[in-house]
């Protein structure tokens, strides 16, 4: 008998389980242990990458912190993991203790997982099979002193493989998908197929995103769209699914993308700045 089955209910004298699925591992009570502790997890997805669907993460993450929520920003782009950099918090190293992985805090509100915060070398590729990075993104979960959230945001790298499957799986059937994409017809082809994964793993597809949606005017502020407009919200309306709102092409995001600083944190008043806020709308009406 091990020591974690002492005093468990299904031990039998002879140092049996009378359990017949067996009893859950230590490892896996750690991660439900973790889990019971956050409230809601939101995966943000997308089945096309240059999407920027980083960005929307990273956006989302930072709005619902400066709404009063304790939120938890994962960052599972184990080849290229861009949200250090958005957060202007490349260079930091999460702290050890008590055996946990203490996450980067952003502020009061916001602490920020990532595995660009373990690679010393910014120029090192990161050359991994899938079940290398499968028990990375378990480890960052349960690993992780992540504490009492009101929001887990994860930011899962393009398409429908290891790592967005394995966050899904780890989070469990309540995790919700955010799906981002851009209005041209090709991007919207490949979302298409990240909605219906998501919900064949039985999780809820939360809303779709269209970003990148006309272009934001330096001079006047009118958009204009240079690209199509209205394949987000028309694929949502095809698949069934909430349509959370278009984020045009703002030169700002882009800069402050660049420069380190989170949009929403200095332009939350500007006409982009908004239309993030009512995208997290729903997120913040969702029960305690």
């Given at each position: 008998m091990s020591d974690a089955c002492n005093g468990c209910s299904s031990a039998t004298g002879d140092g049996g389980c009378s359990n017949p699925n067996g009893c859950p591992s230590q490892e896996d009570m750690k991660l439900k242990k973790t889990l019971s502790r956050i409230k809601?997890?939101?995966?943000?997805?997308?089945?096309?990458?240059?999407?920027?669907?980083?960005?929307?993460?990273?956006?989302?993450?930072?709005?619902?912190?400066?709404?009063?929520?304790?939120?938890?920003?994962?960052?599972?782009?184990?080849?290229?993991?861009?949200?250090?950099?958005?957060?202007?918090?490349?260079?930091?190293?999460?702290?050890?203790?008590?055996?946990?992985m203490e996450p980067v805090q952003w502020n009061r509100n916001l602490w920020v997982m990532s595995l660009g915060f373990l690679i010393p070398?910014?120029?090192?590729?990161?050359?991994?099979?899938?079940?290398?990075?499968?028990?990375?993104?378990?480890?960052?979960?349960?690993?992780?002193?992540?504490?009492?959230?009101?929001?887990?945001?994860?930011?899962?790298?393009?398409?429908t493989g290891d790592e967005p499957l394995s966050t899904l799986q780890t989070l469990g059937t309540?995790?919700?998908?955010?799906?981002?994409?851009?209005?041209?017809?090709?991007?919207?082809?490949?979302?298409?197929?990240?909605?219906?994964?998501?919900?064949?793993?039985?999780?809820?597809?939360?809303?779709?995103?269209?970003?990148?949606?006309?272009?934001?005017?330096p001079d006047c502020g009118a958009i204009h769209n240079i690209f199509?407009?209205?394949?987000?919200?028309?694929?949502?309306?095809?698949?069934?699914?909430?349509?959370l709102g278009r984020v045009p092409i703002d030169p700002e995001v882009a800069r402050s993308g660049d420069e380190g600083y989170p949009f929403m944190k200095v332009h939350k008043d500007t006409s982009t700045g908004k239309i993030f806020a009512e995208i997290i709308k729903p997120l913040l009406a969702l029960p305690e």
């Open positions: 809601h997890k939101v995966v943000v997805m997308s089945g096309k990458g240059g999407v920027g669907k980083s960005t929307v993460a990273a956006n989302i993450a930072v709005a619902l912190a400066l709404a009063g929520k304790k939120v938890g920003l994962l960052d599972v782009d184990v080849h290229g993991p861009s949200i250090p950099r958005l957060l202007s918090l490349k260079g930091n190293a999460p702290k050890v203790s008590d055996g946990k070398d910014p120029n090192q590729a990161v050359i991994w099979r899938g079940p290398v990075k499968i028990g990375l993104i378990k480890q960052f979960v349960e690993d992780v002193a992540w504490g009492d959230l009101d929001f887990l945001v994860v930011d899962c790298p393009p398409g309540d995790a919700l998908g955010v799906i981002v994409t851009t209005p041209q017809g090709v991007a919207v082809d490949d979302v298409r197929r990240s909605i219906s994964f998501v919900r064949e793993l039985e999780n809820t597809v939360f809303g779709v995103i269209e970003n990148m949606s006309g272009f934001v005017c199509s407009s209205g394949g987000g919200e028309e694929l949502a309306r095809e698949m069934g699914a909430n349509f």
